[in-house]
């Protein structure tokens, strides 16, 4: 019995280093390729940058779950050093997640649970930077129940979406992972990921048609007082956890995305609640597993997606 059991563990061992040295096997090839397609444009074409457009103004309720007292703008930031480079327009709604999709080339968002007009799927006018619900009744993405504080939309080469959301403090509660239908506004919820973070940044790192899942959270004081940081990789049909980077030095980097163009993830740290404090880009390296402050950039900017050109 015992060596049975030796053995099936053994066997799960031998299957999960496997699997781990397929997913690093698969980002170190596909940064390859993603180096040498990036020369070859530079060599042909010169560097080109692409559009990064965020979204400024979060929900500021002072009670969590509670009504938003302001509404988004659409803006568009200079990814070289985090500078404003024109401000489009109101959203009309509360915007707590950003996504570009090229396949439809369509800007889509997710809304805060406290937006008083509309929570849900919204896309978003890149002339105007109006938003509009992508189905009126789908309010809470069609997740029965309480309201569900769904963010950090993110959309893979093949246009699929998925989001994530924290799960209100609970014994034995992890959060959540969903995939949303573009079409319908309506997620599919996958409970319990194993893992808490809390402000931090779903994306896909694309490498032409290999795509992979990131979860960058915060900076997190363990129980011995060091502070740490993780980069997840994720299962991107059901939200569980393929493999762990640490990041150093720990900063937080919120609701970001992968520059199509270095395959860098770029994120935002802000003190929420605090409209005096400074917002920052910061560059998180998965590859390397390295955090670097970009600069300074607009007051309150809350999200973050990049266009490809």
Known sequence: MFNEALSHGEN???????????????????????AAQTAAADARFGPRQPILYGTVEDCDNPVPGGP???????????????????EIGPVGYTVNGLAWDSWTGTLYASTAIGDVTFHGLITIDTLTGQGTPVNPAAVNFGLAGAKSPVH?????????????????????VTDSFVRINKRTGIAKEFNNTGIDTHQNGIAFQNFGPISVLWNIDTAVTQ?????????????????QVLFERPITPPIMAALGDFNPRNDLYYGLEFVAFD??????????????GTATRLGETVPKLHTLAFVKR
């Open 152 to 172: 950090s939309i993110a959309i893979d080469f093949f246009g699929q979406m998925v989001a994530w959301y924290d799960e209100r403090p609970a014994p034995g």
């Open 12 to 34: 799960h061992m031998k299957s999960t280093w496997k699997r781990l040295m397929v997913v690093v096997a698969v980002l170190v090839a596909g940064v390859q390729v993603a």
């Open 223 to 239: 129980d011995d007082g060091t502070v740490t940081q993780t980069a997840f990789l994720l299962n991107p049909f059901n939200g």
């Open 68 to 86: 938003c007292t302001e509404t988004s703008r659409l803006v568009q930031i200079d990814p070289s050093t985090g500078a404003l480079i024109r």
């Open 275 to 288: 409209d005096t404090a400074p917002t920052s880009i910061v560059v998180i390296d998965t590859i390397r």
